[in-house]
């Protein structure tokens, strides 16, 4: 249920988008290894109740470019994409959705950008500072991310017997298989891995501006990585309402394998506000 798939000039690149529906915007952000394909069981959902969808390939992902350069993909460029996408859609103010780095962009703009978002959901991953102050087990969660930034050794290891460590992320029917027919492109499984190459700095405690609008975060209990207490210690970063949702028996991909509850909390948290915008 695709009304247009655009490709667009954003802040130096070729930026693919995908728009659904009609009514206030609902923007999807992607992460790790994923594309805007990701959102598939939400696209439909958010535009059947009434809103306009965007869901697009950040850089280096899907049809959106992939530049070459490790500091091409710095949180301050992937925020920059992300504004220069509304600013070309002639879009001021949206409902901001992440999942993992899609996550981290919308804790970003929330920051820095508040002007521009209605409310925000992060998926799995919590505020940055959250995460840096979570404690040591929360780290030792991430610490596949000291095999990412290895060059060259993260994109063999990652492609090592069919793609077998990527197979081994989700239980989600098919999804393997999508990553490893977009990320065997030249460049774009580098491209994928230069997000934690270029944000390394983000692991050390830093002080942030707090978020003056309402976040939702959802968290699963069966995600590997992430930690309940990054997500519950946003909060502390949040000057306007901060929700808290636990989903259970559902792995770090919740938008898949939990679909009917991340749905309905979309709704619900979303639709709250709906009637001001």
Request: net charge neutral; hydrophobic share 45%; no cysteine.
């Amino acid at each position: 249920m695709i009304d247009e798939s655009l490709m667009l000039d954003v802040n130096g690149i070729r930026m693919h988008v995908t728009t659904t529906g009609q009514g206030p915007t609902v923007l999807l952000l992607h992460g790790f290894p994923d594309t805007h394909q990701v959102w598939r069981k939400q696209v439909g959902v958010l535009a059947a109740a009434g809103y306009r969808v965007l869901a697009p390939d950040l850089r280096g992902y899907g049809r959106t470019d992939a530049p070459g350069g490790i500091f091409d993909y710095t949180l301050d460029k992937l925020r920059s994409d992300v504004l220069g996408l509304l600013d070309a859609l002639q879009i001021d103010k949206v409902f901001i959705v992440g999942h993992d780095w899609g996550s981290l962009i919308g804790w970003q703009i929330a920051t820095l950008a508040p002007q521009r978002v209605h409310r925000l959901v992060a998926l799995s991953v919590g505020h940055p500072a959250a995460i840096a102050r979570s404690g040591l087990f929360q780290h030792l969660r991430m610490s596949y991310v000291l095999g990412f930034i290895l060059p060259g050794i993260a994109e063999h290891t990652l492609r090592a017997s069919d793609w077998f460590m990527m197979r081994q992320f989700t239980d989600e029917p098919g999804q393997a298989d999508h990553w490893k027919r977009e990320l065997s492109a030249p460049g774009r499984l580098t491209a994928a891995l230069n997000y934690y190459r270029a944000n390394l700095g983000m692991s050390l405690p830093q002080s942030y501006p707090r978020i003056k609008v309402p976040v939702m975060g959802i968290w699963s209990d069966r995600d590997p990585a992430m930690g309940e207490k990054q997500m519950r210690d946003s909060a502390h970063y949040v000057e306007d309402e901060f929700r808290f949702e636990r989903i259970r028996g559902a792995d770090h991909w919740l938008q898949l394998t939990a679909h009917e509850k991340v749905n309905a909390l979309l709704l619900e948290f979303i639709g709250e506000a709906r009637v001001t915008v």
